[in-house]
Structure formats: structure tokens, C-alpha cells
């Protein structure tokens, strides 16, 4: 697999640490070589959060992100941090439940009910990392789902392997279904049309 370079932000108590822990150890799952690295702000809770992973198949030399692949934003703060200046060539992605102020893209635009989505399915939002997750990985076309959701067993905290599972699930298929738009040349940020609850 050709080197895939990641960035998850948001705000601290997102659950994106662990999330980013999940996405490197799918790629172990998958056999590939793996970096993975985050960062907070001053505050554990509700400060900023950057979790980086790289994967691929060649040798990973330095192992911070320089030019990201994907970027996820699940907050409005990090949105304006990571993905406002972002170069169109990387896929963008946001939570338009958290992230309501968005600059128009032409191109490589992805925005989903993520936290939402958590929020309806299990009556809070401690599995929208997980749902983040799944959107992320099949986006990203070159993770297996047997190694996602491996990671996932293995790394859900005791109790909510079930819930995180289904989070996966739901995920992983809105972007199956986006991806599969962009492929027959629809409109990339139709997952809140297609998503709503």
C-alpha cells in the first residue's frame, strides 16, 4: 500500500487519541509499517487534540504527519487550525455536527452527522470517535474491515465492544456510500442529505 498520512483533530475527551490508536493498529492488523503520534492542548478536556498516523507499505523515516492524506475535524476550533488552508489535493472531512462554518471546496469534501449520528444510535456522543474511525478507514481504501474492526475488539474499552462495533458499522458505511458517490462523479458532501436523523 502506498503511504497514507492521517490527521484526526478535534477537542480533548473526543475519544481521538484512542481512535487514531485504532487506525495504526488496523494497519499492523494489515501488515503494513505504522507511525502514530498526538498531541494536546494545555487542557486534557475540551482543549485542543491532534492524533497523527501514517501507514504504508515502505519504510516511515520520520514519523509526524508533513503533507496529510485525510484530515479529520470534529470540532469548529480544528477545523479552523488544520483544515481551512488545507490544499485540495488532501480529503477533508468534518463532522457537520460540530463543524457548522465551512469554506467551499471544490473538490475532496466529506461532511457527516458523525457526533449526531452517535447521539441517535446510543444516547451520547463516547462512540463518535468510533463512528469517525470507520468513516476514515474506508474512505481511505486501503484498510481491510477485518483489520478495523479487530482493532476495535481489541482496543474498546471493557463493556462497549458492542456499541463500538455498531459504531464501526455505521462509519464504515457512510463512506462506503460516499465514496461510491464520488466515484460516479456525484456531489462529495451529500452524507448530511443521505445521513439525517
Keep these: 500500500m502506498a503511504k497514507q498520512e492521517f490527521l484526526l483533530t478535534g477537542t480533548g475527551g473526543q475519544g481521538l487519541i484512542l481512535a487514531a490508536i485504532m487506525l495504526a493498529e488496523a494497519g499492523i492488523n494489515a501488515g503494513q509499517n505504522v507511525a502514530q503520534s498526538q498531541s494536546y492542548g494545555p487542557e486534557a478536556r475540551g482543549g485542543a487534540s491532534r492524533a497523527e498516523v501514517i501507514i504504508g507499505d515502505e519504510t516511515i523515516p520520520y514519523p509526524k504527519v508533513e503533507k496529510p492524506d485525510f484530515v479529520l ?19 477533508l472531512i468534518v463532522d ?25 444510535q446510543f444516547g451520547s456522543e ?15 481504501g486501503k484498510i ?10 481489541q482496543r474498546a474499552p471493557k463493556g ?8 464501526l458499522e455505521l462509519g464504515w458505511q457512510m463512506g462506503m456510500d460516499a465514496g461510491a458517490k464520488q466515484e460516479t462523479g456525484q456531489r462529495q458532501n451529500e452524507g448530511e442529505e443521505q445521513w439525517r436523523n
Design 96 to 120: 457537520n455536527s460540530q463543524v457548522t462554518e465551512v469554506k467551499p471546496r471544490s473538490r475532496n469534501f466529506y461532511s457527516f452527522p458523525i457526533t449526531r449520528t452517535a447521539r441517535t
Design 160 to 167: 462497549t465492544a458492542e456499541r463500538n462495533i455498531k459504531a
Design 144 to 153: 481491510p474491515w477485518e483489520n478495523v474492526l479487530q482493532a476495535v475488539e
Design 126 to 140: 463516547q462512540s463518535a470517535n468510533v463512528v469517525a474511525l470507520g468513516v476514515v478507514a474506508s474512505l481511505s
Design 73 to 91: 475535524t470534529l470540532s469548529q476550533e480544528a477545523y479552523k487550525k488544520y483544515g481551512l488552508h488545507l490544499d485540495e489535493e488532501a480529503i
